[in-house]
């Protein structure tokens, strides 16, 4: 190492990386803000919170998740393609991450309940789950239109005993589902925290987000020299809000490897964006030139958000990571092609990863490149939706 800053740093004073990030929010959300900040730092700084966060990783998360050296795709394309398994983590995909380092955070300010915006409902489903397993009551905020789309979650989470309002302003999607969450924990901080499920909101969440799923990169960073590999040339995740990517990504920031982050076309915050304000973030947003913030559309609901995280934006503009967008058109391709090489039905939101790989092979990824991609959830619950659009009726 030398003495360079390190690049994917703490946030300075105002919560900002680069000309990103910050805390827009309303004056009475800026005590509960600065509480959760002054928690967390202290938290993080505390050896005996991280070996806790890390002990219920190892015993209820399913981590170490291992690395799997993907053979037959690699052979098939002409790459050398490690996956980083947050598949095989507790409820299907790297969420547990967080939501453990998050619903810990609660209990050590003394609150007794958490509450958190879902869109396709795996993060309700995993703060229900980390809330259940430490006695935290839970209600989960999503849009009225996700609660029909998603219904087995929405029962799913009431099963983990937690509440699910339905949210019925807006578009009663996931944008308006952070919002009645906010609103909500204006009026209920003294006993409650909020469980944001991305790096992204106001600071401190995007870093603290990001240093709870940085436990993705330093892991694998660990396995890859183990496994004699050491620094891939790339590091690919898919890209909603940014959690994954930006989990995986530290672990390899300070190092040569290549960065890429893969957004769906219809949610391409970087690709096809614009600063502005949202949700308490200066990011990258899909907006209208008035600044009214337009749809995201994406085959894959956990990768339907109009705007992206702040440090994802900043690491953008400094040029240290790339961002590609991925049609739904190559998503179940994708899907397929790992599936059948590998015996790993990925997320749809995972898919968009593999359809960059499969694209870029001998383009951007010259040949025998070594490629580590983070498999960010596995398919189970998208099957159904697959079959539907493989064999329309
Ligand atoms: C939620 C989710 C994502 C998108 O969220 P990020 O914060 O961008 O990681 C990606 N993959 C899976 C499997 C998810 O559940």
Not at 32 to 48: G, H, I, N
Not at 196 to 214: A, D, N
Request: charged share 20%; glycine share 12%; hydrophobic share 40%.
């Amino acid at each position: 190492m030398n003495n360079a800053a390190r690049v994917m740093d703490t946030p300075d004073e105002r919560g900002r990386f680069g000309n990103f990030g910050g805390r827009f929010v309303p004056e009475a959300l800026v005590p509960a803000c600065l509480e959760l900040e002054s928690a967390f730092r202290e938290a993080w700084a505390d050896e005996e919170f991280v070996e806790e966060f890390q002990s219920v990783l190892r015993q209820f998360g399913g981590r170490p998740t291992p690395i799997t050296p993907l053979r037959r795709l690699s052979k098939q394309l002409g790459l050398n393609i490690f996956a980083k398994r947050e598949d095989l983590a507790h409820t299907g995909s790297h969420k547990i991450n967080n939501v453990v380092g998050q619903t810990l955070l609660t209990k050590r300010m003394g609150k007794t309940r958490v509450i958190a915006e879902t869109g396709a409902g795996q993060h309700g489903v995993a703060t229900a789950t980390a809330a259940a397993r430490l006695g935290l009551s839970c209600t989960v905020f999503m849009g009225e239109v996700d609660t029909v789309r998603q219904e087995l979650n929405v029962f799913r989470m009431e099963l983990l005993g937690a509440r699910v309002v339905s949210v019925t302003s807006g578009s009663k999607t996931l944008k308006d589902a952070v919002n009645e969450a906010m609103r909500e924990w204006v009026t209920c901080v003294s006993d409650t925290h909020y469980c944001l499920g991305s790096v992204m909101g106001p600071h401190p969440f995007p870093w603290m987000v990001r240093e709870f799923q940085s436990v993705i990169g330093n892991e694998a960073a660990r396995q890859m020299r183990e496994l004699a590999v050491g620094v891939p040339d790339f590091v690919v995740a898919c890209v909603g809000g940014g959690s994954n990517a930006a989990g995986i990504f530290a672990g390899f920031a300070d190092s040569s490897a290549r960065l890429v982050g893969v957004e769906a076309a219809g949610g391409a915050a970087v690709r096809s964006g614009s600063p502005g304000v949202l949700h308490g973030m200066r990011s990258l947003l899909l907006q209208d030139e008035f600044g009214q913030i337009e749809e995201a559309h994406s085959i894959s609901a956990g990768l339907d958000y109009p705007g992206i995280g702040p440090e994802h934006a900043h690491l953008a503009e400094v040029g240290r990571a790339e961002y590609y967008a991925i049609g739904d058109e190559d998503v179940i391709g994708a899907l397929k092609l790992l599936s059948e090489s590998e015996g790993i039905i990925p997320a749809l939101e995972t898919a968009h990863a593999i359809a960059w790989i499969a694209r870029e092979a001998g383009g951007l990824l010259p040949k025998d490149a070594t490629v580590l991609v983070n498999l960010s959830g596995r398919g189970d619950k998208d099957v159904a939706q697959v079959r539907a659009m493989l064999s329309p009726s």
